[in-house]
């Protein structure tokens, strides 16, 4: 059996380096595996499913904002850079947003914004922050996430 790894760039995956206690998961199911270490059933980590795709497992992630606990809704201003492998948030009053910035390290997935690898952009949206630092974004290199629920302006700098 061949096992192909699909692990979404924003899911924090429990027994790769995973920092989240376990009261950062929604499903008690997901908490018991990150207190644990050990998967249930089809599920080898928190936030994970297993599952066959033409005879071969897959390993699928859920959406960090619906696996993990986010806090409310808010709005939020600062800078964005979406480098190569790289998306990071720097709020308001950031003068600055490359990843060797000092400061949080916050993933805004690319997905939802339009922009082009490697500009710099500010941004006001209203969105929601994971409650626990950990690691997330491409290889667990973030501290949060941020899910961004409506986009209110994006206007390029360089």
């Not at 027994?15 to 008690?28: F, K, N, Q």
């Not at 207190?35 to 033409?54: D, I, L, Q, S, Y």
């Not at 606990?69 to 939020?76: E, T």
């Amino acid at each position: 059996m061949i096992v192909a790894g699909a692990l979404a760039a924003t899911t924090a995956i429990a027994g790769l380096d995973d920092r989240l206690p376990p009261a950062a998961y929604v499903d008690p199911v997901d908490q018991q595996i990150a207190r644990t270490g050990h998967g249930v059933g089809n599920r080898p980590f928190p936030c994970a499913r297993e599952r066959m795709e033409h005879g071969i497992a897959l390993v699928v992630s859920a959406p960090t904002e619906r696996c993990v606990k986010m806090l409310p809704a808010r709005r939020w201003r600062g800078l964005w850079t979406n480098e190569f492998e790289n998306s990071r948030f720097c709020p308001a009053p950031a003068r600055s947003c490359t990843f060797r910035d000092r400061g949080e390290r916050v993933w805004l997935n690319p997905e939802t914004l339009p922009s082009k690898r490697g500009k710099l952009y500010a941004l006001e949206f209203v969105g929601r922050r994971t409650i626990y630092k950990g690691p997330y974004g491409h290889m667990g290199a973030s501290d949060h996430v941020i899910t961004v629920d409506r986009l209110i302006s994006a206007r390029k700098l360089r």
